[in-house]
């Protein structure tokens, strides 16, 4: 698996050359929320669909 520097190195490669440093910062922050979400479900830390309806229509 890549080291997280050759990730985001990736990343920014990808990005279009006019980028600025704010569309950086976004793309490694959705990234880092995504993985640690990720990371989250496979330990099992997730709340059921079900249980987060009836919480948000109580």
């Known amino acids: 698996m ?16 006019q980028a600025t440093w704010d569309d950086i910062m976004y793309e490694l922050y959705v990234r880092k929320k995504i993985d640690t ?3 989250a479900a496979d330990e099992g ?12 229509l109580r």
């Open 45 to 56: 830390r997730v709340v059921p669909h079900e249980d987060v309806k009836k919480r948000l």
């Open 37 to 39: 979400g990720i990371k």
């Open 2 to 17: 890549p080291t997280t520097k050759k990730q985001a190195l990736e990343m920014i490669k990808k990005l279009p050359e």
